[in-house]
């Protein structure tokens, strides 16, 4: 009886979505396993494949033999090809899709052998003048050891500067990865209420946790706890963050408490890099890592502990096959592997708290700052009034009174506005035409700087018209107001003010994330303008003043979670605030002070926020009292589209009853990149027929050219 192997093909293709059976050969019987990456015949082509299972079976005539095997090592452990299963039904996408979320495409194209990685340690003393060289220099003697993508990532373009430094001897290079570092010695100081909240998890470690505190708390201490104590057991961590430009402080965080034992992951690391940590996690040598939310695919030989920080950022949803949530993946993988999964947040996401008050997971909470510091004096300022005062500039007296006052008093300020650009949209003032991208449904953002009119959805530029191309007229004008916008604002006002803006326009690369973060913590500006991407995570102690420019920006979106992430960006943009020794103080601008989000945010009250939104989801059978589907169809002809969205919409209405299907209707952004789209929605009680629905669905997706179905969409535009 031959030796069967049942391969699942790297290729995304619906008739390939099942595992090809194939022979093995004599000479592959003493080495292949399970979850290796094999090369086989795949019609008249050879294709890279993973071996799912290993069998003694009957072979067909046609089945065809195992043509090699391309890594000795597994590339995805059984547990993992369990996951990529489970990914592949819940998320409605392909095996291929969900494998290649686990392996790196260095591994799958094997890039070179053994990519090489250095690193570099400092010898000696060495006290120069202040230049890019010292710089580096002390960077490198803070830690035990620094690879050269970290450094990359620190200091761009800073080759020369480190060649003169080995060149000079104060930097020796180690072609080898360094010994691993003991952890500090204990001894690190936890407040009452944080020992408490990690005496809880310790108490019943396999059940997960959210960490509800408000911002300041000390969340990240109980993380580190929760780390060393796995450590000690011998086990590893994995810290996810929502967004790449937190990762280089909290990485020095980390490596201040567990040195050289700390790895990086997310997708500015080069393809060897990702190789190189990726082995080396697999093999078991690194014990920690802090990375972006493919993190959770790593293969963690001895998972111990999973913390997602900020758990209620969007951005743990992946937009593109597989259309994972990080947050859901951790959980499963935390229940399989024994690992203490811990959601922490200020600002749980309404699923989340909704989990623990009904007890499927656990809640522990800490309610103060650390150091008996308050929260920050909260002001709000209704905007009607502010124009029934004659005052149309973008700041109001408030804001800029408080500007000023922190100015005066040599501390920092951040600005923040949740859009790029000098103007959000241009008018003309004739015939009332905004200027609108022709590929696009949106209105085109004009960028002062470059002189241009940007759409941020195609990102194709144009130049600014000096007549109306519907009317003719001249009378073009600019309203509202960017990112841009504001720091020329604060330089009329404050003309000796150093400024800083964050933003996807001037924070292109991963280096300039920890270039402006190490500028603004070392005091080389005195305000920071940015986007959501400033208002989470960060620490700067001499921050007094966050300013809101625009409160509704969310507000209103045709999104039932706009309510939810209005209150959530508020309060994460007002907790940068009085972080150090100085009292904080936030001002909020809203033309809606009235609304309940902006209301309980100004009270700092994630409670009653919660209670008011729960009844809003229960009302309108949304998460999480239901599963939620979007159907997006999409394509060049309107008509074409529509009628694809009625036909979809009639059958899932005759063929599941018992779910809510509503639409069709065209999407908020109707058309993008010269695509019409159109969106149908699905609810569903979270029982076993939803399963079924979502079975049929991925049929029904895989047949459909473009139709894509997302399941738990985080965004509805």
Same mark, same amino acid.
């Given at each position: 009886?031959?030796?069967?192997?049942?391969?699942?093909?790297?290729?995304?293709?619906?008739?390939?979505?099942?595992?090809?059976?194939?022979?093995?050969?004599?000479?592959?019987?003493?080495?292949?396993?399970?979850?290796?990456?094999?090369?086989?015949?795949?019609?008249?082509?050879?294709?890279?494949?993973?071996?799912?299972?290993?069998?003694?079976?009957?072979?067909?005539?046609?089945?065809?033999?195992?043509?090699?095997?391309?890594?000795?090592?597994?590339?995805?452990?059984?547990?993992?090809?369990?996951?990529?299963?489970?990914?592949?039904?819940?998320?409605?996408?392909?095996?291929?899709?969900?494998?290649?979320?686990?392996?790196?495409?260095?591994?799958?194209?094997?890039?070179?052998?053994?990519?090489?990685?250095?690193?570099?340690?400092?010898?000696?003393?060495?006290?120069?003048?202040?230049?890019?060289?010292?710089?580096?220099?002390?960077?490198?003697?803070?830690?035990?050891?620094?690879?050269?993508?970290?450094?990359?990532?620190?200091?761009?373009?800073?080759?020369?500067?480190?060649?003169?430094?080995?060149?000079?001897?104060?930097?020796?290079?180690?072609?080898?990865?360094?010994?691993?570092?003991?952890?500090?010695?204990?001894?690190?100081?936890?407040?009452?209420?944080?020992?408490?909240?990690?005496?809880?998890?310790?108490?019943?470690?396999?059940?997960?946790?959210?960490?509800?505190?408000?911002?300041?708390?000390?969340?990240?201490?109980?993380?580190?706890?929760?780390?060393?104590?796995?450590?000690?057991?011998?086990?590893?961590?994995?810290?996810?963050?929502?967004?790449?430009?937190?990762?280089?402080?909290?990485?020095?965080?980390?490596?201040?408490?567990?040195?050289?034992?700390?790895?990086?992951?997310?997708?500015?690391?080069?393809?060897?890099?990702?190789?190189?940590?990726?082995?080396?996690?697999?093999?078991?040598?690194?014990?920690?890592?802090?990375?972006?939310?493919?993190?959770?695919?790593?293969?963690?030989?001895?998972?111990?502990?999973?913390?997602?920080?900020?758990?209620? *950022?969007?951005?743990?949803?992946?937009?593109?096959?597989?259309?994972?949530?990080?947050?859901?993946?951790? #959980?499963?993988?935390?229940?399989?592997?024994?690992?203490?999964?811990?959601?922490?947040?200020?600002?749980?996401?309404?699923?989340?708290?909704?989990?623990?008050?009904?007890?499927?997971?656990?809640?522990?909470?800490?309610?103060?700052?650390?150091?008996?510091?308050?929260?920050?004096?909260?002001?709000?300022?209704?905007?009607?009034?502010?124009?029934?005062?004659?005052?149309?500039?973008?700041?109001?007296?408030?804001?800029?009174?408080?500007?000023?006052?922190?100015?005066?008093?040599?501390?920092?300020?951040?600005?923040?506005?949740?859009?790029?650009?000098?103007?959000?949209?241009?008018?003309?003032?004739?015939?009332?035409?905004?200027?609108?991208?022709?590929?696009?449904?949106?209105?085109?953002?004009?960028?002062?700087?470059?002189?241009? #009119?940007?759409?941020?959805?195609?990102?194709?530029?144009?130049?600014?018209?000096?007549?109306?191309?519907?009317?003719?007229?001249?009378?073009?004008?600019?309203?509202?107001?960017?990112? *841009?916008?504001?720091?020329?604002?604060?330089?009329?006002?404050?003309?000796?003010?150093?400024?800083?803006?964050?933003?996807?326009?001037?924070?292109?690369?991963?280096?300039?994330?920890?270039?402006?973060?190490?500028?603004?913590?070392?005091?080389?500006?005195?305000?920071?303008?940015?986007?959501?991407?400033?208002?989470?995570?960060?620490?700067?102690?001499?921050?007094?003043?966050?300013?809101?420019?625009?409160?509704?920006?969310?507000?209103?979106?045709?999104?039932?979670?706009?309510?939810?992430?209005?209150?959530?960006?508020?309060?994460?943009?007002?907790?940068?605030?009085?972080?150090?020794?100085?009292?904080?103080?936030?001002?909020?601008?809203?033309?809606?002070?009235?609304?309940?989000?902006?209301?309980?945010?100004?009270?700092?009250?994630?409670?009653?926020?919660?209670?008011?939104?729960?009844?809003?989801?229960?009302?309108?059978?949304?998460?999480?009292?239901?599963?939620?589907?979007?159907?997006?169809?999409?394509?060049?002809?309107?008509?074409?589209?529509?009628?694809?969205?009625?036909?979809?919409?009639?059958?899932?209405? *005759?063929?599941?009853?018992?779910?809510?299907?509503?639409?069709?209707?065209?999407?908020?952004?109707?058309?993008?990149?010269?695509?019409?789209?159109?969106?149908?929605?699905?609810?569903?009680?979270?029982?076993?027929?939803?399963?079924?629905?979502?079975?049929?669905?991925?049929?029904?997706?895989?047949?459909?050219?473009?139709?894509?179905?997302?399941?738990?969409?985080?965004?509805?535009?």
């Amino acid at each position: 009886m031959p030796y069967l192997a049942d391969i699942i093909i790297d290729r995304v293709a619906e008739a390939l979505d099942h595992p090809f059976t194939y022979s093995v050969p004599d000479f592959l019987k003493e080495t292949i396993r399970i979850g290796q990456l094999v090369r086989v015949p795949l019609g008249g082509s050879r294709v890279q494949g993973v071996v799912r299972n290993l069998r003694w079976g009957e072979a067909g005539s046609q089945t065809r033999a195992v043509e090699a095997i391309l890594q000795t090592e597994p590339v995805v452990t059984p547990l993992l090809l369990e996951l990529a299963d489970w990914l592949a039904d819940r998320y409605l996408c392909y095996g291929a899709q969900a494998l290649r979320a686990m392996i790196p495409a260095s591994v799958r194209k094997d890039v070179g052998s053994r990519p090489s990685m250095v690193w570099y340690r400092t010898v000696g003393v060495r006290q120069g003048r202040a230049s890019l060289k010292q710089r580096l220099f002390d960077y490198v003697a803070a830690q035990p050891a620094v690879s050269r993508a970290d450094l990359a990532e620190a200091f761009p373009n800073a080759g020369p500067a480190l060649r003169a430094l080995v060149a000079e001897g104060a930097l020796e290079v180690l072609t080898h990865a360094p010994d691993r570092v003991a952890g500090a010695p204990a001894g690190y100081g936890l407040t009452p209420a944080q020992q408490e909240a990690l005496a809880v998890i310790l108490r019943d470690p396999k059940r997960p946790w959210l960490l509800e505190g408000v911002t300041g708390s000390g969340k990240t201490e109980v993380y580190l706890a929760l780390i060393e104590n796995a450590l000690h057991e011998g086990r590893q961590a994995l810290v996810l963050l929502p967004e790449i430009a937190l990762t280089p402080q909290v990485v020095r965080r980390f490596r201040d408490r567990f040195g050289d034992q700390v790895a990086v992951w997310h997708s500015g690391l080069s393809a060897g890099e990702r190789r190189q940590t990726w082995e080396r996690v697999r093999q078991g040598k690194i014990p920690v890592v802090v990375g972006a939310r493919s993190a959770v695919f790593l293969p963690f030989p001895a998972m111990g502990v999973i913390v997602l920080d900020e758990e209620h *950022e969007p951005t743990y949803k992946q937009e593109e096959h597989p259309r994972y949530h990080a947050r859901e993946v951790a #959980l499963w993988r935390g229940a399989r592997e024994g690992a203490t999964i811990v959601l922490g947040s200020a600002t749980p996401a309404i699923e989340t708290r909704y989990s623990a008050l009904s007890g499927q997971i656990g809640h522990v909470r800490l309610p103060e700052r650390v150091l008996g510091r308050s929260l920050p004096e909260v002001t709000v300022v209704d905007m009607r009034e502010e124009l029934r005062l004659g005052n149309r500039d973008i700041f109001s007296s408030a804001l800029r009174e408080a500007l000023a006052d922190a100015l005066e008093r040599g501390e920092q300020a951040i600005l923040f506005l949740n859009r790029r650009g000098y103007s959000t949209f241009v008018l003309c003032r004739s015939c009332g035409q905004a200027l609108e991208c022709r590929h696009c449904a949106v209105s085109l953002t004009y960028h002062q700087r470059e002189n241009r #009119l940007v759409c941020h959805y195609c990102m194709r530029e144009s130049p600014v018209p000096k007549r109306c191309p519907e009317c003719g007229s001249d009378k073009i004008r600019y309203f509202g107001a960017g990112t *841009e916008r504001v720091v020329e604002e604060v330089q009329r006002h404050f003309p000796e003010a150093r400024i800083l803006r964050a933003d996807r326009d001037t924070l292109t690369r991963p280096a300039d994330y920890a270039e402006l973060y190490q500028k603004f913590l070392g005091g080389e500006a005195d305000v920071l303008v940015g986007t959501q991407m400033i208002a989470k995570g960060m620490d700067f102690p001499r921050v007094s003043l966050v300013g809101v420019v625009a409160a509704d920006t969310a507000l209103h979106l045709p999104d039932y979670r706009s309510a939810e992430r209005t209150f959530q960006l508020l309060v994460q943009a007002g907790g940068r605030s009085g972080r150090g020794e100085v009292p904080g103080r936030v001002v909020i601008q809203t033309y809606n002070p009235e609304h309940y989000a902006i209301h309980h945010a100004y009270r700092h009250d994630y409670a009653a926020f919660y209670e008011e939104e729960i009844r809003f989801r229960e009302a309108t059978h949304y998460p999480p009292y239901a599963d939620l589907w979007l159907m997006v169809t999409e394509g060049p002809e309107e008509a074409e589209v529509r009628q694809r969205a009625v036909q979809a919409a009639l059958d899932l209405r *005759e063929h599941w009853p018992d779910a809510e299907v509503l639409g069709p209707a065209p999407a908020p952004l109707a058309r993008v990149r010269g695509l019409y789209r159109y969106h149908v929605l699905m609810k569903m009680d979270r029982t076993r027929e939803a399963d079924g629905l979502a079975m049929a669905l991925k049929d029904f997706q895989s047949r459909q050219p473009g139709v894509s179905i997302t399941r738990d969409p985080y965004f509805l535009m």
